[in-house]
């Protein structure tokens, strides 16, 4: 792996789920859970429906799946959700809740409130911040009234482009008629955080384009934008059609580096690659969690759990019949199959170091060494001294270990240059399907 293209790779994860396997005896959850922190977890719920599949997505989700299914999917989400609690300390405490997907917002209004019954049994954790993700098609007044009642704090709509014939080259038959109504309808539900998701690099995208949609963007003035390179990954819609494009990646760098301009302008703070953040915009209330160091518990077939030792999860899939193939298990379940771990990778000491490095180091914020050298006992400079191949280059402070501006900018080439040899075999022998 090197350093030379800006765009190798989004690790949103470590290690991703293509590094997965089965385990085998499958673990109990609650043997699992046991001696470990439960006092600030974060809640995950995952909706593998879509009103349409993007051309450029790999997501683990189906496009309009029958009505019958929608039904089955939440009985047995609850039917999970009781075993999944039951694994869990009495006393266990959610700092943080999602839902995601997918669409969440592909259920009815009643569908939602079905949801949210099985969210609160499940996490027990009322006033704590919660983000939902929904689509132009699906945030409509009568389904943004059950997230506003339900408290939650944060909306991210994916817009993509607010131009109709880029969204559509990006594989996104949506309209933008749509789009506004959709924004309008989220600030009508008085919901604390919007957050709006851009892509650049679509084919046809120029600057002038692209600061289209980065003004009117702002128009709405969202808490929160995320800036997403377009990428064509294998299984998807474009990747099946996609064409060779050698000044792509430079096509790339330079629409981003105009975006993080305008927005710096409009006074958006850069907080990672992706995500900016309006410098005035309310931060929610609630208590501490740390990625590094807290875990997560994920609930439906999608969905990724972590402790410290062991990411895990249900099997992955991102072609359509596989993904309805994994679906179709998952519904078949009996109740007791949900109280283990069936998918996942053990972080030895050197792999739990690997990913507190990164998901540290990708934040703007960067490396704190004091907490690491607390977490682990050593300094992460002697763990990890590849790290002055970075500061050699412009991208890392050495005195802060943090991101400059430029490394910043690299970060999908930094994260998947220090994914680890035996995560990088893993992935790379594994099956996509």
Same mark, same amino acid.
């Given at each position: 792996?090197?350093?030379?293209s800006p765009?190798q790779?989004?690790?949103?994860?470590?290690p991703?789920k293509t590094?997965?396997r089965r385990l085998?005896?499958?673990p109990?959850l609650?043997?699992?859970w046991? =001696?470990?922190?439960?006092?600030?977890l974060?809640?995950?719920v995952?909706?593998?429906?879509?009103?349409m599949r993007?051309?450029f997505?790999?997501?683990f989700?189906r496009?309009?799946?029958?009505?019958?299914?929608v039904t089955?999917?939440?009985a047995?989400?609850r039917?999970?959700?009781t075993a999944?609690?039951?694994?869990?300390d009495?006393?266990a405490s959610?700092s943080?809740?999602?839902? =995601?997907?997918?669409?969440p917002t592909?259920l009815t209004?009643p569908e939602?409130e079905?949801l949210?019954?099985?969210?609160?049994?499940?996490?027990?954790?009322p006033?704590?911040?919660l983000?939902?993700?929904?689509s132009?098609?699906?945030?409509?007044p009568?389904?943004?009234?059950? %997230?506003?009642a339900h408290?939650?704090?944060?909306?991210?709509i994916?817009?993509?482009?607010?131009?109709?014939?880029e969204?559509?080259?990006a594989?996104r038959?949506?309209?933008?008629?749509e789009?506004m =109504?959709?924004?309008q309808a989220i +600030?009508d539900?008085r919901?604390p955080?919007l957050n709006i998701?851009?892509i650049y690099?679509?084919d046809?995208?120029?600057p002038?384009?692209?600061?289209h949609? %980065?003004?009117e963007?702002?128009r709405?003035?969202p808490?929160? %934008?995320y800036l997403?390179?377009?990428?064509?990954r294998?299984?998807?819609?474009l990747g099946?059609?996609a064409?060779?494009?050698?000044?792509?990646?430079?096509q790339?760098?330079?629409l981003y580096?105009?975006?993080?301009?305008?927005?710096?302008a409009?006074?958006?703070?850069?907080?990672?690659?992706r995500?900016f953040?309006r410098a005035?915009?309310?931060? #929610?209330d609630?208590?501490?969690?740390?990625?590094?160091?807290?875990g997560?518990?994920?609930?439906?077939c999608?969905?990724r759990s972590?402790?410290t030792e062991?990411?895990?999860?249900f099997?992955?899939?991102?072609a359509?019949?596989e993904?309805?193939?994994?679906?179709?298990?998952?519904?078949?379940?009996?109740a =007791?199959?949900?109280?283990?771990?069936e998918?996942?990778?053990r972080l030895d000491?050197?792999?739990?170091?690997?990913r507190?490095l990164?998901?540290s180091?990708? +934040?703007?914020?960067?490396?704190?060494?004091a907490?690491y050298?607390?977490?682990?006992?050593?300094?992460h400079t002697?763990?990890f001294?590849?790290?002055a191949?970075?500061a050699d280059?412009g991208?890392?402070?050495?005195?802060h270990?943090v %991101?400059? #501006?430029?490394?910043?900018?690299?970060?999908?080439?930094?994260?998947?240059?220090?994914v680890?040899?035996?995560?990088?075999?893993?992935?790379g022998?594994?099956l996509l399907r």
């Amino acid at each position: 792996m090197n350093l030379d293209s800006p765009y190798q790779g989004y690790l949103y994860a470590y290690p991703h789920k293509t590094a997965y396997r089965r385990l085998e005896p499958r673990p109990l959850l609650s043997d699992v859970w046991a =001696g470990q922190r439960q006092d600030s977890l974060f809640g995950y719920v995952h909706l593998p429906f879509c009103e349409m599949r993007c051309g450029f997505c790999n997501l683990f989700t189906r496009a309009n799946p029958p009505a019958e299914q929608v039904t089955a999917y939440l009985a047995q989400l609850r039917r999970q959700a009781t075993a999944v609690r039951d694994s869990l300390d009495a006393a266990a405490s959610f700092s943080r809740l999602a839902i =995601g997907g997918g669409t969440p917002t592909y259920l009815t209004a009643p569908e939602l409130e079905s949801l949210f019954a099985i969210l609160g049994a499940a996490f027990n954790a009322p006033s704590v911040p919660l983000s939902v993700e929904t689509s132009p098609a699906t945030a409509t007044p009568d389904r943004l009234a059950v %997230l506003a009642a339900h408290g939650t704090t944060r909306i991210s709509i994916g817009v993509q482009s607010f131009l109709d014939t880029e969204a559509h080259a990006a594989g996104r038959p949506q309209r933008l008629t749509e789009v506004m =109504g959709a924004l309008q309808a989220i +600030r009508d539900a008085r919901i604390p955080v919007l957050n709006i998701d851009l892509i650049y690099g679509i084919d046809g995208q120029t600057p002038g384009t692209w600061q289209h949609s %980065l003004d009117e963007a702002l128009r709405w003035s969202p808490e929160e %934008l995320y800036l997403y390179p377009l990428y064509v990954r294998p299984l998807t819609g474009l990747g099946r059609r996609a064409h060779a494009r050698a000044d792509w990646d430079r096509q790339r760098l330079e629409l981003y580096r105009q975006a993080v301009e305008v927005l710096t302008a409009a006074g958006y703070v850069r907080h990672s690659m992706r995500q900016f953040r309006r410098a005035d915009a309310p931060v #929610p209330d609630g208590p501490d969690y740390c990625c590094q160091d807290d875990g997560m518990v994920g609930l439906g077939c999608g969905a990724r759990s972590y402790t410290t030792e062991l990411h895990y999860s249900f099997d992955y899939a991102v072609a359509v019949p596989e993904v309805r193939a994994v679906i179709t298990d998952y519904l078949s379940r009996p109740a =007791g199959d949900f109280r283990y771990a069936e998918f996942g990778f053990r972080l030895d000491a050197v792999e739990q170091r690997r990913r507190w490095l990164l998901k540290s180091l990708l +934040r703007a914020e960067g490396i704190d060494p004091a907490a690491y050298t607390d977490r682990f006992g050593s300094r992460h400079t002697d763990d990890f001294p590849q790290l002055a191949d970075l500061a050699d280059r412009g991208w890392l402070n050495r005195s802060h270990t943090v %991101l400059t #501006p430029l490394g910043l900018d690299h970060s999908d080439a930094i994260g998947p240059w220090l994914v680890s040899g035996e995560v990088r075999a893993a992935m790379g022998s594994y099956l996509l399907r």
